[in-house]
C-alpha cells in the first residue's frame, strides 16, 4: 500500500524540507509526488536545465524512506515559453486564444509545444531514470481541467482535416456520413470545413461529435509522446495520469488509460457533497479504466477553494475516505497536498498543514491513518474487488449526448449514476467497464441510454445474453449509428434483436412534466405498484417481448414502459423511461433477483458495505459515512483487522464516522 | 385550399422518391415546397447549375397531382461560396463575425452576397418559369431568424451612413434630431457615426432606433432584389415568405409583406405552449399584414427540436391546428416536414414520418385531415375573415420597446396580448393592423402603448374617431417622435386632443409593486369593482375627459386611472395603467358593449370560435382545445359540413380536441 | 449652504435659459453646475474653442445671483477626438476595446487622451478663471462608472510593468512576493508579466491585487494632470470631484480624495431603494475621505433609469433627502438634474422639471427647502459632525474581496454594513476612516474583516488600543501580506498580539450552512442567549483572551467565537463568526456599554436622528423615514428652527416623511 503527499519542495525554503520530511515518515508516508507544476524551476531558461534542487529534495525524502513520483511539468509551462511562443495558446470555442496567468492554456496539437513537452520529459527521464528512489511518473496534470478538453486553433483545424481525412477517406463519404445535404452544407474541399465554433451556432451532429473525437485524441497522441520517451528512457519506472473520476466527460477515458500502467485519480468528496455513492461511482469507474487496481493521486486533505473556501473536512471524514478508496480497489493513496500555499491560485486549496506549516487536527488523523495501514497493509495486500454487475459506460455517448442533451432535463451522467445509486444503497458490488469489453463473467449488465451502437457493440452484447446473460438497455439506446445521424429503421436500431419491441413514438416530457408506470407481472412482489416517471416516455409496441410494466397516464395509457424479453439463454429488459430514486431501487431489487446476484449485507443507509477478495477469502469494509453509531449483523465470522479484536460475529456496532477491516474467517 | 407538406428529396435516395410521393397523393396532398435550402445541391460549384434531380422530383410529385412552391436558397449557403468570400458573414453587435455551420450567417447588405444571390435566383426562375407544376415561389426562408435581424459588419456600417443621409439630409439636423448635445455627441462628419455596438454600452436612443429600421429596410431591399428578379421571368408565379408569427419583431412586418403576393408564416403551437390564444393571435397578425388570406408554409408536424425533443403532438392536434389556421382566414398549410431529417441541426425536428420513414399515428391523422379537406373545400372556397375590432400594431413602437423596455417588467408584446387575449376569449374576430391603415370600416380600435406618433398617425386616428369610432389608447402613448426623443410637451403628447387628459406624473412600479384601480362610472356594471394594478400608473389630470376608474393606493389614490373622452362622433377611452388578466376581462366586456360588437358565442374556456363569410353566409368554426367534451348552445340553424348532418341547432356536443365545420343555413 | 442644481443649456435653446434662470432663482438656488458633459459644445472641431455660448449662461444665471462650479468635460469625449485616435479607447478585462457611443470609454493611462484633456483643461480653466461666478471645479465625473475602473490596453500593459518596477525593483523580488514558483510562473522579464485577463482565469492574486492598485492609480495620476492646471490657474478655486458613496469600490477612494480640497459625491437613494441606512453609510463615508464636510453634487430629483423608469419619490422624500444630506455634514447640495433630457441615453433619468420643461410637484417640493434653508442657513453655519465611533475602511481590502470572495456569500461591504446598520438603529454618529488614520478620539473602533495588515497599521492599532481604545477585529483579519500572500505565521497573523487568540481551523460555510452562539460572559445582560451564525466559524484557542461566545453546533460546539483581551490601557475583542442583523444589534449594545458611548436618543424605526455641532451647542436632526407619524421624547430644551416654535421639550410628534431641525438651547 503506497500512502503519502504531494509535496511542493519550490515553494518553500530549503531549511524547512528536512522537518516536513521527518513529518511525513512520522504520519506513515512512503511515496510522494513532486515537480508536476515545477518547470519553471527545472528549465529556468529555454535549454538551460537545474535539477539539482531536485535531487536534494528526492535526498532528504529518499532518506527517510519515501519513494517518489515524478510529474512531468507540462500543465503549466513557464512564461518565458509561453511569450516567446504565443501560437501554442490553445483557442475556445469562441475564437478567443486564452492568455498567461493560470495553468493549462497550450494546445495539446501544437508543434512548437509538442516540441518542448518531448525535451523536458527528455531531459528529466535522461536525469532521474537511475535514481533509486524514483518509481513511476506522472504524466501532466489532469488532461482535459479548466475546460481545456478542445482547442479551436488554426493548426487544430488543420489536424482536424488529416484526421477526417483518415476516417472517411472521400469527402463523397463524409458528405453522405455527416447528411451535409442538410442546409447546403456540401462540401468541395476538405478545407472548407469549419470547426463547431460557438460563433456558428448549433453545429450538424456528425461535425461535432467527430470534433469531439478528434479533440481526445489529440490528448491521446499528446500523452504518448510522453509515453514514447519515458517508456524508452525509463523501463522499469510505472507511468500513470491523474484522471478526474466519473463526472469528467471531456476525454476519452478509455483510450488515455490504454498506455498507462494503471490509473490514478483525484479525489475531491467535499466538491461532490461528501455523497459515498458519489465518490464511490468515481472509484469504481476509475478501476474500470483498466480493471485493475487504481491510484488516488490527489486526496483532500482540506477545505478546498480557489476564490472561494469549501467547508472544512469534519473529524474522521479524511480517514473515511482513505479506507473508502481502498475498500474500491485503490493501491495507493497521496494527499493534495501537504501543506496550503501562500501563494497562487489555489492559495485556499488546503493541504494537510496549514498556511504556516504546524501540525494540527488534519495532520493527526493522517498520521493515524498512517499507523493503521502500517499495520493492515500486509493483511490486505494483493486482494482485489470482484463484481457480477457490470455498467457500461461509453464516452462516445457521452459526447454525443453534450452535444444534444434530447431533453433539457436529461444528463447522461445522472441517468446513469441513479441505477448505480440504486446498486450501491444494496451494497452491491458494480464493475464500470466499456461496452466494447468482455462481459462474460458477469451476471447482470446495464447499459444506460446506449445511444450509438455499432456492429462491434451488438455483437458483443449478443454473446453475452445468449450465454445467459440479463442485458437492461434503455430509452434512447440504438439511436444514432458511429456518424451521429439518426438510424435509418425503427428504434432501438440495432437493438431491436435482442429486445424485440419497436419504440413506435416516444414523448419527451416538459419540464414539470409526469406519467406513471404500474408494474403487471404476475407474481413478482411489486405488481401493481405505481411509480412516477419523468422526462422521457418510449411507447413500445412488443414485437415478441412480455410487458413488465405498463403507463398509466396521457394518450398512452396502458402502453407498455418496461419489458422483458428472452433471447438465446439470457434475457433483456428494456426500460422506456427514466424515473427518480424509487424506479431504481424497485428495479434493482428485481433485476437482482432475476439475475441470482447476492447483495453484500442490507445495512442502514449511509453504512457502506464492500468487498476486496485474497483469493476467495473475503475483506470486508465497513464504512459509517453518517454522524451517528449504526448497527449491523453480519454472517459469519470475521477477524477485526483495525482493532484486532481476535473474532466478530453476530451483531455489530460501528461508531458515527468509523471504519472496521474485517476479513472473512473459516467457520468454527 | 392548398395541403401539402415541405419535402426535402435532395436528403434521400431517389429510389424512395416515388413512395413518398404516392403516400403524400394518398394522404390528400396538392402541394409540395421544394428546394429552398439546396442551394449546394442546385450549384455544386461556382456557376454550374445541376437542377434535374430537382426537375426529376417535380415530375414525381407533378405525376401525382402535386403542384410545387419553389424555395430560393439563399438562406443557406454553400461552403465554397462562404469559403471564397469570409466577408460575407454577418457580424453581431458584439463586433464578432459568425462562421459557417448553420444557416442565416449572411449579411442581406454585402455585395458579394447579393451578387451570388440574384445569380442563383435568376439560374432557378430562367430553368423553372415555364415548368406547368411550378406555381409560385417562397423567397428566402424565416428573415431575421437565428438573430439575424441585424448585422453590424463595415459595409453595414458604409450603408447605414447612406441611410441616415437620405433621411436627415444634414449632419446638422441629425445632430438635432438625435440630441447629441448629450454626453457630447455632436458628430462633425458622417464617417464618426458609429453603429450601436454592445461594446458601447446603453446607445443614443435615437441612433438605436434607426438602426433597427435601417437593419429591417437591409432585408427588404435584399428580398426586392429576389422580388425584381422572379417578377420579371415569372410572371405568373407567386410570390411569398414565410414569416415568424406574432412575437416575433426585429423587422418591420408591414414592409416586408409589401411587395409580395401574400404572406406565409410558420406555426409551431407547441413552441406557444399549444395555447389557443397565442396561436390565433398569430394568424391574425399574419392575415393583417396585407389584410388578406395567408398560407401556414410550415405547420408542426411532430415534436420540434434541435439539441432536445420538443413534447410531441396528442392525438388530434395536428387536425385541430390545421381547422383553427383556416377559421383564421389560411388558404393554403404545408407541413414542416414530410420525414425527420436523418442529419443535420433539426435531426430531432419531426417531420409527418418520423426518421425511419414508415406512416405511423401522425401520418393517419395528417391523412384524415387530407380526405376532410377534399369533401369540404369546395364548400368553404373563398370564403374570408371579417371583424369589427381591431388592434393597431407598430413594428416601429416594438424597435422602441426593445432599446427601452421603460419597466423591467414591460412588454410590448405581452401587453398587447392581453387585450387580444380577453377579445379572444370573448370569441370577438380582431383584425391586427397597422397604425397607418384604414380604420374606418371598424367599431373598435385598440392601440396598445402606442408610443411614437407621427402626425400621419394622428390624422389617421382623428379621422375614424370624428366619424363614431371608439378608440382605446393607453400609458406610454405620444411618447416619442419620430426620432426617438421624447415629445417636447405634456403626456400624451400628440394625444391630448384625442384623450382631453394631461399625464400630470408617472409611476413606473418597482418588482412586488402593485397598486388598485376602482371603477366609478355609475351605471356601470362593474361599478365600484375593484382590479389590481402594476408595471405602470399614469397619475392624470383629466381636462375634458370623464373619469371612469380612479387609483385606490400611494399618495396618488383616488387621482384618475382611465377616462373616456367624446372626440366628434366618437371616444376615446384612455388606460393609465396595466393589470393583469382580470382588468382587460372587465375593459373588454365594457368596450364592446360601448362600441356595440357583437360576439360570435359564449362559451366555455377552451372552446374557441370563429366565422368566415362566404358572402354573406357564416361558416362557423367550433375548435375545442381541451380534453373534455364540451357543450355549447347555438343560435340559428346549421349545416355540419364535417360530419355531414344535415341540420344541427340548439345544444351542440363537441368531443375533446374535435372540430365542426358549420355552415348557417336560412332558418325555417 | 449651497443650494442648486446640475444644468445643461447646450441642450436648450436660448431663448428658454432666462426662464429657468428665474425658476431657480424662485427656489432659492444659489448654484450651478455647468458643462461636465460639454467638450462637443466647447471644442467642437481639435482646437477650436467655443465658449460663448457658455459665457452667456453664466451671466444669465450669476446675475440671480447663482454661483457657478464647472465641470471638466473628459468624462465624456467628442467623437472628432476618439474616431481620430481609436487607441484611446480604453480595453475590457476580456481584451475587447470599447467603442463610441456612452461615455467614459477613455483609458487614463492613454497619452494621447491625456494630452487632449490637458488641453481643454487649460483652455477652460484660461478663460473661466477671472468670471467673478466661477467658484470652483469638479474634475471629469464619476471616476471608475460604467465599469471603467480598470483598462487593459497596450499602453496600460506598459505602464503596470514600471509600476511595478517601482514597487519590487527587482524580478526576484516580484517572484518572491508573488510567489511565482506556484504553477512556474516565475518571469524572467518585466515583458512577460501578463495582465489579469479574463481569458486567463482565476490570476495569481499578487497580479491581481497590484493590477488593481495600479489600474486606482492611473485615475489618481490622470486626476492629477487636471488638478496640476487647474490649481496653476486658478488658485482661488476650489476642486472636487463627484465619488460614488458607500458602495463603489473600484478606485481607492481615501488616495482619491487627497489632492481635492473637498469631496462630492452623487446621492441617488431610490438606487438604494430608499433605505436611510444605506444613504447615512455613504454621506458617512463621503464625509470620512477628507474628514470634513461634502458635497452633494448629484441628489436625486425624480425617477432614474436608462431603458427602465425607477419608481417616482414620494412627496417630502426629495425634501427628507436634503436635510439627511445635512445631518450627515453636507455642506451644498446640488440636484441632478434641472430638467429631464429629452435625448440621449439618459433621457429617463428624470430632473426637477420634466421633459416639457413644466414646474409641477417635484418643484415645489423643491422651491419649499430653497425657503427654508434661505431661513436657517445662517443658524446652522459653520456646524459640523461628531462621532465616538470610528469604523475603518480600506480600499486595499475591498480590492483584495473582489479577488476572493472567501466565501460565495461573504461581501465585505454587506458585513462591513451589518455593524455601521446596528449603530446607525442606535443613532450613534460613526466616522468612517481609514485604517492609517488618527484614532485617538475615538472610544470605540470597529475593523471588520481587516484583511491586509501592514506594519503601519499594526502600530496605528496598538497606539490607539494602548491608549485605552477599543477594538473590534474579526474573521478574515491579518490574513494576507501587502503581496496578497497569506501570512507565514497562524492568523490572525500580526493582529495575535492585539487580540491573543489563535485561529486553529476555521469552517467556511457553504449556502445553507449555519451554527449558533451561546454569549458566556457572567454578568452581560444577554448571558446565555443564543443567536444564529453564519458564512464562516474561526475556530479560536485563546491565549490570553476571555471567552464571550462559544458555538453551539457541529464538531467545534463550545470552541470560542468571539474574545475579548486587555491589550494596553484597552480592550481587543474578536468576533470569530458572521451573523444576521440579530447578533449586531446585540454586540452594538454590549460594546457601546463597554466603550462608554452615548447615543443620541432610543427612537423607533425609521426615525433617524443625529446631530452637528456648533462649537459645544448641539444641532439635532429628526428625520421621520416613514410614511406614519412618529413620537420621540427630547431630553432638554431645544428652539425648533424649520417650524420656527419658540422651544420645544419633553414629548414630540413628528408627521410622516417630515423633519426638523432643533437647536439645543441652554435650561430654563
Chains 1, 2, 3 share one sequence.
Not at 50 to 59: G, R
Not at 73 to 96: E, I, K, N, Y
Not at 507 to 530: H, T, W
Request: hydrophobic share 40%; charged share 25%.
Amino acid at each position: 500500500m503506497y500512502y503519502g503527499a504531494d509535496y511542493y519542495p519550490e515553494q518553500w525554503l530549503e531549511e524547512r524540507w528536512p522537518l516536513d520530511a521527518d513529518l511525513m515518515q512520522e504520519a506513515g508516508f512512503n511515496v510522494v509526488r513532486l515537480a508536476e507544476f515545477a518547470w519553471s524551476k527545472m528549465e529556468p531558461r529555454e535549454g538551460y536545465y537545474e535539477f539539482s534542487w531536485l535531487d536534494k529534495a528526492i535526498d532528504i525524502l529518499g532518506e527517510r524512506s519515501m519513494k517518489i513520483v515524478l510529474g512531468t511539468p507540462t500543465a503549466s509551462p513557464p512564461p518565458w515559453l509561453m511569450s516567446a511562443h504565443p501560437d501554442t495558446f490553445r483557442v475556445r470555442a469562441d475564437g478567443v486564444r486564452v492568455t498567461f496567468g493560470n495553468r493549462r492554456e497550450y494546445c495539446p496539437t501544437n508543434k512548437t509545444y509538442r516540441h518542448y513537452s518531448a525535451r523536458i520529459t527528455h531531459a528529466m527521464a535522461e536525469h532521474f531514470k537511475d535514481n533509486p528512489n524514483v518509481i513511476g511518473w506522472q504524466i501532466d496534470n489532469e488532461f482535459g481541467c479548466h475546460d481545456s478538453a478542445a482547442c479551436f486553433c488554426p493548426q487544430c483545424q488543420e489536424a482536424f482535416k488529416g484526421w477526417l481525412k483518415e476516417r472517411y477517406i472521400t469527402l463523397k463519404r463524409l458528405n453522405e456520413r455527416w447528411g451535409t445535404t442538410f442546409w447546403s452544407h456540401v462540401y468541395n474541399d476538405w478545407s472548407e470545413i469549419p470547426l463547431p465554433w460557438t460563433t456558428s451556432g448549433s453545429p450538424n451532429p456528425g461535425l461535432a461529435l467527430d470534433y469531439r473525437r478528434f479533440a481526445s485524441d489529440s490528448y491521446l497522441a499528446y500523452q504518448q509522446l510522453q509515453v514514447d520517451i519515458l517508456r524508452q528512457l525509463c523501463p522499469h519506472h510505472f507511468l500513470t495520469h491523474n484522471f478526474m473520476g466519473f463526472t469528467y466527460d471531456g476525454l476519452n477515458y478509455h483510450a488515455l488509460a490504454e498506455p498507462l500502467d494503471f490509473v490514478s485519480w483525484d479525489n475531491y468528496p467535499l466538491m461532490m457533497n461528501a455523497d459515498p455513492a458519489r465518490i464511490a461511482i468515481a472509484h469504481d469507474t476509475m478501476r474500470g479504466l483498466k480493471r485493475s487496481g487504481f491510484w488516488v493521486m490527489e486526496e483532500q486533505s482540506g477545505p478546498h477553494g480557489w476564490e472561494n473556501v469549501g467547508p472544512t473536512p469534519r473529524p474522521g471524514e479524511i480517514r473515511l475516505w482513505v479506507y473508502q478508496a481502498i475498500a474500491h480497489g485503490a493501491e495507493g493513496i497521496l494527499f493534495f497536498r501537504w501543506r496550503t500555499s501562500r501563494f497562487g491560485t489555489e492559495q485556499y486549496w488546503h493541504g494537510i498543514l496549514d498556511h504556516d506549516g504546524i501540525p494540527r487536527r488534519r495532520y493527526q488523523e493522517v498520521k493515524r491513518v498512517g499507523e493503521e495501514l502500517k499495520r493492515i497493509g500486509e493483511m490486505i495486500a494483493g486482494s482485489r474487488c470482484r463484481a457480477e454487475v457490470a455498467m457500461l459506460l461509453s464516452y462516445d455517448d457521452r459526447f454525443a449526448f453534450q452535444i444534444q442533451s434530447n431533453n433539457s432535463r436529461f444528463s447522461y451522467s445522472d441517468h446513469f449514476q441513479l441505477y448505480y445509486e440504486a446498486l450501491h444503497r444494496l451494497n452491491v458490488p458494480v464493475d464500470i467497464v466499456s461496452p466494447q469489453g468482455d462481459l462474460s463473467h458477469y451476471k447482470l449488465v446495464i447499459a444506460p441510454t446506449l445511444h450509438i451502437v455499432t456492429e462491434e457493440i451488438i455483437s458483443n452484447l449478443q454473446r453475452y445474453v445468449k450465454q445467459g446473460g440479463l442485458l437492461v438497455i434503455t430509452f434512447r439506446s440504438g439511436v444514432k449509428d458511429e456518424a451521429n445521424a439518426v438510424v435509418n429503421r425503427a428504434l432501438p436500431g440495432l437493438l431491436a434483436d435482442l429486445s424485440a419491441i419497436e419504440v413506435a413514438e416516444y414523448d419527451s416530457l416538459p419540464a414539470e412534466g409526469r406519467n406513471g408506470l404500474e408494474f403487471v407481472i404476475p407474481g413478482l412482489a411489486i405488481m401493481g405498484q405505481k411509480i412516477s416517471c419523468e422526462v422521457w416516455c418510449d411507447i413500445i409496441e412488443p414485437k415478441g417481448a412480455e410487458v413488465v410494466a405498463r403507463y398509466t397516464e396521457e394518450y398512452y395509457a396502458g402502453k407498455p414502459a418496461i419489458t422483458l424479453n428472452r433471447f438465446g439463454q439470457g434475457q433483456v429488459v428494456y426500460v422506456g423511461t427514466m424515473g427518480d430514486g424509487r424506479l431504481y431501487e424497485t428495479l434493482a431489487g428485481w433485476l437482482l433477483t432475476l439475475a441470482g446476484v447476492q447483495t453484500i449485507l442490507t445495512a442502514p443507509k449511509g453504512l457502506e458495505m464492500t468487498e476486496r477478495w485474497q483469493g476467495n477469502r473475503r475483506l470486508l469494509f465497513v464504512l459509517n459515512h453518517t454522524e451517528r453509531e449504526q448497527e449491523v449483523t453480519l454472517e459469519g465470522r470475521y477477524s477485526d483487522l483495525l482493532y484486532g479484536s481476535a473474532v466478530v460475529e453476530g451483531r455489530l456496532f460501528i461508531a458515527p464516522r468509523d471504519v472496521l477491516v474485517l476479513r472473512e474467517e473459516k467457520k468454527g
